[in-house]
């Protein structure tokens, strides 16, 4: 669980840092915008969710705040751009990262029945 909770704060710190730089500083991949923000925001929430998961709506709920936060920022960034349809892609990633580990957390307590 430790480990789970080091791994989500560092991919929130991750995901605010690369949203607030100047988009030159940012890494380039191959991938498409939407996968890019679905991916690390899913890996977010499946953190979150196995680090804070007793109750998964407490961090399924932060993230989409979190995420609202992120786009809000960027107006503030020379260059950047809020974006609603990244804001919907990182709130659903981040509840289906929470979904997964709650749902991956249910069936480990099953199987050690």
Not at 54 to 79: C, H, S
């Amino acid at each position: 669980m430790q480990a789970a909770r080091i791994a989500a704060w560092l991919l929130a710190v991750t995901i605010l840092i690369l949203s607030i730089v100047p988009a030159r500083f940012r890494p380039e991949t191959d991938l498409p915008h939407r996968f890019e923000h679905f991916a690390i925001f899913v890996l977010a929430g499946v953190a979150f969710g196995c680090g804070y998961g007793r109750r998964p709506l407490v961090p399924g709920l932060g993230l989409v705040l979190f995420a609202a936060f992120v786009e809000l920022i960027q107006l503030t960034v020379p260059g950047r751009h809020a974006r609603v349809s990244d804001f919907v892609v990182d709130a659903v990633a981040s509840c289906v990262g929470v979904a997964l580990a709650s749902m991956l957390g249910a069936r480990a307590l099953q199987e050690n029945s």
